[in-house]
């Protein structure tokens, strides 16, 4: 097993999972750990326990672990944490640093209250020898014990699952690959679990540059570590923080009887002929996370569902309940639907869209059972003006 360094003396010890079920959305992830080796050894977060060995088998590759001194715990999330009980009986570390809801958290988790302890808050510093620490708390980004570690001498920046992607690959640097693997991994993991926090996310990006503390690598607990261009991850969490967006149309659908699938058809017909980009995602196909990931940077959601019992279709009812919880903000939406006699399925979608605030381009499209020619005629002039709506919207940066 080869070493895989950040710099001398840096390691990645992680563990590589590709045994992720599919409801997850993605296909694998890492679960990244970093070993600093310096007068004080020091080990910067866990992995998941059921991938232990393979962290394991990397320290003991470069350091005998009961050599370690410190433990760094950057993010409780099980995924980091879980291996931390065998953790800290093999290592029997002298400190263990981590935020005050870290230890809450830890303690909440693991029910020890004896491990050693050392709470940090935002400018703590800690010698490690030849190099320092400096701990920046990121609160509730995207949990209430996250922080990040910043290794002063050479630039890196431990941070936890801020900038991370849930993919799992053989290599570990941005600079091995296409730089669009990791920001979309990045895109797909800022879009379902970060969006909601995009005004904290600001926040803390306007600190982190006043800080001007020279990033020269970003270190994040999954997926590729950003060696060559932190400035790429920093650019786009930027965008995305702003629900920056270009003009682009989501169709987002289900149907029983494939009418408000051929709705949904001629719908996107419209939009295409007044040359606005549209794709059109079936909830049978499509997996949520992966919906969310497009609609991070598209203006406009269309979503369409029959009316069941007197509601909308179990799918597109995850769906709303899930996009809701996202809250994203500067967008422009619309409902459509294929019902038999009530029809409150476009309803439903119209109370999200105005519960998220987002723009509604008028009360919806509804049609009764099967539409005839004359109707999906009507669907592609709705098409029609929700492209003419869309290139008339320009919200700008969204406000905090
Ligand atoms: C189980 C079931 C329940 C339904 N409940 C309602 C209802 O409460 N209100 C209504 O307007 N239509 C209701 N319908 C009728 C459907 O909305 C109608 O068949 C519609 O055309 C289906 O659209 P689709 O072809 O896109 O699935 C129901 C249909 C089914 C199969």
């Keep these: 097993m080869n070493d895989i ?10 563990a590589v999972d590709h045994d992720i079920p599919p409801s997850s959305g993605y296909a694998g992830t890492s679960y990244n750990a970093y070993l600093i080796v ?7 977060d866990g992995v998941k326990y059921s991938h232990r060995d393979q962290f394991w088998n990397r ?3 470069i350091i005998d672990p009961v050599k370690i001194d410190y433990m760094i715990v950057n993010h409780v999330e099980p995924d980091h944490s879980s291996s931390l009980p065998e953790i800290i009986s093999t290592i029997k570390p002298e400190k263990i640093f981590c935020s005050a809801a870290g230890k809450d958290a830890i303690i909440a988790h693991f029910h020890d209250e004896s491990w050693p302890f050392e709470v940090v808050k935002s400018g703590d510093e800690i010698s490690l020898g030849a190099r320092t620490i400096h701990f920046i708390m990121t609160r509730m980004l995207h949990w209430p014990d996250s922080m990040f570690s910043y290794l002063k001498k050479d630039g890196i920046l431990f941070s936890n699952d801020a900038f991370g992607q849930h993919i799992a690959s053989d290599e570990r640097f941005d600079d091995e690959v296409d730089i669009a ?8 993991f800022y879009a379902n679990n ?5 005004p904290l996310i600001k926040k803390t990006l306007r600190a982190l540059e006043a800080m001007n503390l020279g990033i020269r690598m970003i270190a994040p607990d999954h997926g590729y570590i950003w060696r060559s261009h932190p400035e790429k991850i920093l650019e786009a969490y930027a965008e995305w923080s702003c629900q920056k967006h270009s003009k682009e149309v989501l169709i987002v659908y289900d149907t029983k009887w494939k009418s408000t699938e051929l709705m949904a058809n001629a719908i996107a017909q419209g939009i295409e002929e007044k040359n606005v980009p549209v794709k059109i995602c079936s909830l049978k196909t499509w997996h949520r996370g992966a919906i969310m990931e497009e609609f991070l940077t598209a203006s406009t959601i269309v979503m369409g569902s029959p009316t069941i019992n007197n509601g909308v279709i179990p799918s597109m009812a995850a769906f709303l309940h899930y996009i809701k919880g996202l809250k994203p903000k500067n967008k422009l939406g619309a409902g459509f639907g294929s019902y038999g006699w009530g029809g409150e399925g476009v309803r439903q979608i119209n109370s999200t869209l105005d519960d998220l605030k987002i723009k509604r381009v008028d009360d919806g499209l509804r049609i009764k059972f099967v539409p005839d020619e004359a109707q999906l005629q009507a669907c592609v002039e709705y098409g029609h003006k929700i492209a003419e709506a869309t ?3 320009n919200p700008g940066c969204a406000k905090d």
């Design 5 to 14: 360094k950040l710099a001398k003396g840096i390691y990645w010890v992680g």
């Design 38 to 44: 310096d007068e004080k050894v020091t080990l910067v």
């Design 59 to 61: 320290i003991r590759n």
């Design 181 to 188: 693997i990791p920001l979309k991994g990045a895109k797909f």
């Design 194 to 198: 970060l969006n909601l926090l995009s």
């Design 391 to 393: 290139l008339a919207f």
